[in-house]
């Protein structure tokens, strides 16, 4: 089992950036894929990055050019750039771990089996 922390949210406003952080323990941190989701109220989460174990990162089309996911292995954390945000990003944003060494599609909630307890972020006009 893994623990995930995020940190880093906040208020910012339109236009603004904001980095998302999200840590691990108790894996191997490097073996694993590590995505990012967001939750509008009301909705269901839906997907905003990923990066493999290998280091492929897919973006939903809502963020491509504006966000960016990273990770460290060295300091088992996960991060998300998000630039040029805009009120439409306002959510509560959860990092979530995949099994070691999936190679499914990562845009799926059900390819990942640790979710984080999430950070707010909310974007003014």
């Known amino acids: 089992q893994v623990q995930l922390v995020e940190s880093g949210g906040g208020l910012v406003q339109a236009g603004g950036s904001l980095r998302l952080s999200c840590a691990a323990s108790g894996r191997t941190f490097g073996s694993y894929a590590m995505g990012w989701f967001r939750q509008f109220l009301g909705k269901e989460r839906e997907f905003v990055a990923a990066?493999?174990?290998?280091?492929?990162?897919p973006y939903a089309d809502s963020v491509k050019g504006r966000f960016t996911i990273s990770r460290d292995n060295a300091k088992s954390t996960v991060y998300l750039q998000m630039n040029s945000l805009k009120p439409e990003d306002t959510a509560v944003y959860y990092c979530a771990a995949g099994p070691k060494y999936y190679s499914g599609s990562l845009y799926y909630t059900r390819a990942y089996d640790n979710w984080g307890k999430g950070t707010q972020v909310t974007v003014s006009s």
């Open positions: 990066i493999s174990w290998s280091g492929g990162t």
